[in-house]
Structures are given as C-alpha cells and as structure tokens.
C-alpha cells in the first residue's frame, strides 16, 4: 500500500497497525515506581518527611508572598487611580 495515499483511507487496508501495540503506561502508578518510592521511605523515614514539610513550608512561603505583593500592588494602583481622576 503506498503511504501517502495510506492516510486517505480508512481503516487502513494492509492492516499494518495489527503489527502495533500501545499499553496504557502511567509512571505513578507502575509497580516499580511504587517499590522504588517504599523503598525511599523505609530507608530514610526522617529526611523523606523532613523534604516533604521543607517543600511544603517553600510553596507556602511563597504562595503568601505573592498574595502579598498582589494586594499591595492593588492598594498602590487604587490610590494612584484616585489622584488621576
């Protein structure tokens, strides 16, 4: 079958994709990543936990810092809006 004229028909009629498989691979929920990540926690419990809260406490800084920064910057374009009109 020529290729270029392969994708004007459908289904394909030399049945090459039989010749295919795709598995529906999801990586979080293989076998090896979840062996893998057990295997992180049994051998360092204390500094898996301690990544955890140092990554939680970051986001959380930074999560109230930009709040911050946001309401300030609305309380300056107010004011400034105020005086312009």
């Given amino acids: ?3 270029a004229s392969s ?3 459908y289904p394909r009629k030399d049945k090459a994709f039989f010749k295919f ?9 293989s076998k090896i990543f979840e062996r893998h990540e057990i295997m992180q926690k ?8 301690v990544q ?3 990554a939680f406490c970051c986001i959380g ?8 920064l946001l309401t300030i910057t609305e309380e300056y374009i107010t004011e400034i809006k105020i005086f312009v009109t």
């Fill in 7 to 9: 994708e004007k028909s």
């Fill in 61 to 68: 800084i930074l999560v109230g810092a930009v709040a911050f």
């Fill in 21 to 29: 498989e795709s598995l529906d691979f999801q990586e979080t929920r």
């Fill in 42 to 49: 049994k051998e360092n419990p204390v500094k898996t936990e």
């Fill in 1 to 3: 079958m020529d290729p």
């Fill in 52 to 54: 955890l809260w140092l």
